[in-house]
């Protein structure tokens, strides 16, 4: 993959990305080029990526405008949700580190969804503001748009959930009463 300066990739764990110039460093008395990644999301800073390894990195182009709206529809889906706090951990690390907006929409809507349920641990509401931060970023950087404008995206895709989630919930409990009765009847009868 050959990096273009002036465009923007998405770096895993870290977002989006404006490409800057090739820099030439000398280390371990050897001369080695690097890509000058500018990370574009509220925590800033540079990435020096060795050009010989920007294959190896996972790096990804932003996404598409018209997958968007898949993005957002991605988060409205409700999605299981581990009870072991190590087994959550561990899947979000996984997803977190494959760079995927999807993934990154899939740990923002579950861990949503148990926050609303009960409290987060430190760990994973620090998780949830972090994936969350860079879905947002990322949205902003596709759409030209602010990102207050594609949290407001992100927030209305979450209240989707939820009430497709109480929705959902609200059947089982129907069709738990439901069964309840006829086997009620049957007992009965």
Same mark, same amino acid.
């Given at each position: 993959m050959i990096l273009t300066a002036g465009s923007k990739i998405v770096y895993p764990s870290q977002?989006?990305?404006l490409i800057g110039p090739i820099v030439n460093r000398i280390i371990d008395a050897q001369?080695?080029?690097f890509y000058q990644l500018l990370v574009l999301n509220d925590c800033g800073g540079d990435l020096f990526i060795p050009v010989e390894k920007i294959e190896a990195v996972g790096i990804?182009? *932003?996404l598409n405008t018209s997958e968007?709206?898949?993005?957002?529809d991605h988060l409205i889906q409700p999605a299981a949700i581990a009870a072991n706090y190590r087994q959550r951990n561990s899947h979000n690390l996984k997803l977190f580190t494959s760079g995927s907006a999807f993934d990154l929409a899939e740990i923002v809507g579950s861990l949503t969804e148990l926050n609303n349920a009960r409290? *987060?641990?430190f760990g994973e509401h620090k998780t949830l503001e972090r994936a969350k931060g860079l879905l947002i970023c990322e949205i902003a950087e596709v759409m030209g748009t602010t990102r207050e404008a594609a949290k407001e995206q992100i927030e209305t895709a979450l209240k989707a959930r939820a009430?497709?989630?109480q929705a959902g919930s609200a059947a089982r409990r129907r069709m738990a009463a439901s069964r309840d009765q006829i086997m009620h009847q049957a007992v009965s009868g």
């Open positions: 977002g989006a990305c001369p080695r080029m990804r182009p *932003l968007i709206p898949k993005l957002l409290s *987060l641990s009430k497709k989630a």
